[in-house]
């Protein structure tokens, strides 16, 4: 009766359109009172413990950082450089998108920002260069989901939180799969684009290729940074995040010198609203979870479950495709929210790591994001190139495909996540 209850009054109240937050929180209620918890005092006090958390302090910061590095000219750099690298092969502005995208998911963290930059820089190039538009903004919005899987990544620290996994090992789990997404593009992208009659750009010149590698250096040492201060434990997470938006502030007003100091105060309110929706989001859903754990409704679905536990890839493929489903539905943090708590037991019961579950798990609610009919990241490539969002959607579907079926080589393969973890993990 209170997974009906937990279930129905959560669909319930989004079918009749309650914003997600304020929802988990009335979903909470409904379960309070079929377990006789109805208490004011218990809301409030989950409601604050779920925000109060020094982890969570890095969605903020990352936050900045995205807005900071967009306006302050270090993507358009990273743009740039990728033009120069490979722009003049045969289908060379995908090759760019692809390897733009993969630097900026490890600058950002943000699929949503990686998307709306490289849809205004890009879309436009692509278009006028004679590639489909509708494909062209597919590929710039499947590219752009690699931001939640190469660290830093918001969704891994959210993911961390809710599950008290290592933020730390996700960062450094995810660096190897998400260059697999990258790779799945490239291919792909090849294939679609073999018989578009496209001109590419002229071939860069040695001196031209210099000068891009010289304009984005500073943006590229960024991730490096990151990624070895992780490793090497010079900072958690949450510093890093900081560092980001510190480095990041000091490249575009003090380098690069196109953000003035009047220019911050926009960037500085745009990240705290989006990070106050996802803070918010948060502090609802650790009531739910709370309640989830009290109602011990994982115990009952790890009973219902059992038959699955012997047959760990069996069970991740059946939770791969719940996800899937849910993806379609929800946006990236409130499934997160949602589902760590409830599947999270399962896992651990069946002796399947975290970390490699955390990978999977991400890498499926990124696919979320250009799924319809939710499909954050594809309505933010539409409204950026203002294309239809039925055109984007056609777009996107090859390179869907080819990113579930890198998540389902990773489900049958676990190898190809742990290995080069442990790598830069260190054991």
């Known amino acids: 009766m209170t997974i009906a209850i937990f279930i129905g009054s959560l669909l319930l109240t989004m079918a009749i359109g309650v914003p997600i937050a304020f929802a988990l929180l009335l979903c909470g209620m409904a379960m309070m009172w079929q377990l006789n918890l109805l208490d004011p005092q218990i809301l409030a006090q989950n409601v604050i413990n779920g925000a109060d958390s020094f982890p969570l302090l890095a969605v903020p910061f990352f936050m900045l950082a995205g807005e900071v590095m967009n306006a302050g000219g270090l993507s358009r750099r990273i743009v740039n450089l990728a033009l120069a690298l490979v722009g003049h092969v045969k289908g060379g502005l995908g090759y760019v998108t692809i390897v733009a995208a993969c630097i900026m998911a490890a600058l950002s963290g943000s699929a949503v920002a990686d998307a709306a930059a490289l849809g205004a820089l890009l879309l436009p ?35 961390g939180v809710a599950g008290n996994v290592s933020i730390t090992k996700l960062f450094l789990a995810g660096v190897f799969p998400g260059i697999l997404l990258g790779l799945s593009l490239w291919v792909t992208w090849w294939w679609v684009s073999r018989r578009e009659n496209v001109v590419p750009p002229k071939r860069k010149t040695r001196s031209e290729v210099m000068q891009a590698l010289r304009e984005s250096t500073w943006a590229l040492v960024l991730p490096l940074i990151i990624v070895f201060g992780l490793k090497f434990g010079i900072f958690t997470p949450t510093e890093a995040a900081v560092v ?137 490539v539409a ?33 190809l996540v742990m290995v080069p973890a442990r790598w830069m993990i260190g054991h």
Request: glycine share 6%; proline share 8%.
């Open 125 to 159: 190039m692509m278009t006028a260069a004679g590639h489909d538009r509708a494909r062209s903004a597919g590929l710039i919005s499947s590219a752009a989901i690699i931001a939640p899987v190469i660290p830093p990544s918001i969704a891994f620290v959210i993911f």
């Open 244 to 380: 980001a938006a510190v480095y990041a502030i000091a490249i575009s007003t003090l380098v690069y010198g196109e953000l003035k100091l009047r220019d911050l105060p926009p960037l500085f309110m745009a990240a705290a609203k989006t990070s106050a929706v996802i803070m918010f989001l948060v502090a609802g859903s650790m009531v739910t979870a709370w309640l989830i754990t009290v109602a011990q409704l994982p115990a009952q679905i790890v009973s219902l479950l059992e038959p699955l536990l012997d047959s760990p890839k069996l069970l991740l493929i059946s939770i791969m495709i719940l996800v899937m489903i849910v993806g379609t539905a929800l946006d990236l943090s409130p499934t997160i929210l949602l589902l760590t708590p409830v599947l999270m037991p399962v896992v651990k019961a069946a002796g399947i790591d975290p970390v490699y579950f955390g990978v999977l798990f991400i890498i499926n609610n990124a696919i979320g994001l250009v799924t319809p009919p939710v499909g954050t990241v594809l309505n933010t």
């Open 383 to 415: 409204g950026v190139g203002g294309i239809r969002l039925d055109e984007v959607t056609r777009g996107v579907l090859p390179f869907m495909i080819a990113q579930f079926v890198v998540m389902f080589l990773l489900v049958l393969f676990p190898d």
